[in-house]
């Protein structure tokens, strides 16, 4: 799934790329979402979860870690580890031990933050956004 980066120019366009890159992901899959605060990791995945079939709104986890949603025919979890400064205590590890499962597609904002990020799971990609001056995006999408 490695891609070269690509540039975008608004919120909609990131949307887009989320969309795409979400019809080639699968229950068990495990994606990680990298760059600063702003640089649009929750805006692509709020694209990927509109492609799988999530409705209702989608807003960042950011205080409660996870957020879970139904897609069409598969569960997906949304986590954002900022909070956990790097430093996650035993409820936290318990948390992100039960949330990427078999069934669940995960995506994680602030892999890094997690320390040991006790996910069971390896990842399936890694989504690395940056900012490009303005509203431009850079996006690049490793397997
Ligand atoms: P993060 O989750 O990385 O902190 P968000 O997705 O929450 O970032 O916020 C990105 C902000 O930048 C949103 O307000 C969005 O509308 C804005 N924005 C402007 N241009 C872009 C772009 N090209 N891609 C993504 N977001 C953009
Ligand atoms: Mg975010």
């Known amino acids: 799934m490695a891609q070269p980066a690509e540039q975008t120019a ?6 887009e790329l989320g969309a795409a890159f979400a019809r080639e992901l699968r229950p068990g899959d495990v994606v990680l979402l990298s ?3 702003g640089a649009g990791k929750t805006t692509f995945v709020r694209g990927a979860l509109r492609a799988l079939g999530v409705t ?4 960042s986890p950011t205080f409660t870690l996870a957020r879970r949603y139904e897609g069409t025919g598969v569960e997906i979890s949304h986590l954002d580890l900022h909070r956990l400064a790097g430093a996650p205590d035993e409820e936290d590890e318990a948390l992100l031990e039960e949330e990427a499962t078999d069934a669940r597609i995960t995506f994680v904002e ?13 990842p399936r990609a890694h989504v690395r956004l940056e900012h490009a001056g303005g509203d431009r995006r850079s996006v690049a999408i490793a397997a």
């Not at 608004?10 to 949307?15: F, I, L, M, Q, V």
């Not at 209702?56 to 807003?59: E, Q």
């Not at 890094?112 to 390896?122: C, Q, V, Y």
């Open 110 to 122: 602030w892999p890094e933050m997690g320390a040991s990020l006790t996910l069971t799971r390896a």
């Open 56 to 59: 209702g709104p989608i807003t």
């Open 10 to 15: 608004s919120a909609e366009e990131t949307e």
């Open 35 to 37: 760059g600063e605060l």
